[in-house]
């Protein structure tokens, strides 16, 4: 296994239809891996193969209890409810954007030998099986969203809702 580098935003490849793996070869297994590995050392959710440079149908995400579910050849077969929320990209480093995504999200695909499976996510697996099937398409959050912004940016933003919320109470006291 080796650590693979994270393509960023404006690099070609993260623009590309992918095509699907037809072999489960040793190949294959190798890339899984790798992403696996380039995911953790990156402390990121998901990633996908466009973003270290291979266009291929296989992406790795981590589900709720931090297990890391390999989809090759994935699909969304299924999606229910909204959620709205706060959402990043390793190959977008420090931008996040407010994106609403559905909130139960069932994918169909393939295991690293071919098997095929379905698996649900919700939240914010749910979020990430969509942003991470949506690289295999060329595509990245940020066609989401008008507006990116900076962790400090978002820290700011809350810590302003959070006052706001605070004052709301005492200025009812002060009408009563
Ligand atoms: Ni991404």
């Not at 690099?11 to 489960?24: G, I, N």
């Not at 949506?134 to 809350?158: R, W």
Request: hydrophobic share 35%.
């Amino acid at each position: 296994m080796s650590l693979r580098k994270i393509l960023t935003q404006g690099d070609p490849a993260l623009a590309k239809q992918c095509r699907p793996v037809e072999k489960f070869d040793q190949k294959l297994h190798w890339l899984l891996d790798d992403l696996k590995e380039t995911l953790a050392n990156a402390g990121g959710v998901g990633l996908a193969a466009p973003q270290v440079g291979i266009l291929r149908r296989a992406v790795v995400v981590e589900d709720e209890n931090e297990r890391m579910i390999e989809l090759v050849n994935p699909v969304i077969v299924s999606q229910e409810g909204e959620q709205d929320g706060w959402e990043g990209c390793l190959s977008v480093p420090n931008q996040y954007g407010w994106v609403r995504r559905p909130n139960v999200v069932t994918v169909r695909a393939q295991d690293r030998d071919g098997n095929f499976f379905e698996v649900t996510g919700e939240e914010l697996v749910a979020r990430c099986f969509c942003h991470e099937l949506e690289h295999l398409d060329g595509h990245l959050f940020v066609e989401h969203t008008d507006e990116l912004y900076s962790p400090e940016e978002i820290d700011a933003m809350e810590a302003e809702e959070e006052d706001e919320a605070k004052k709301r109470p005492r200025r009812k006291e002060k009408r009563k």
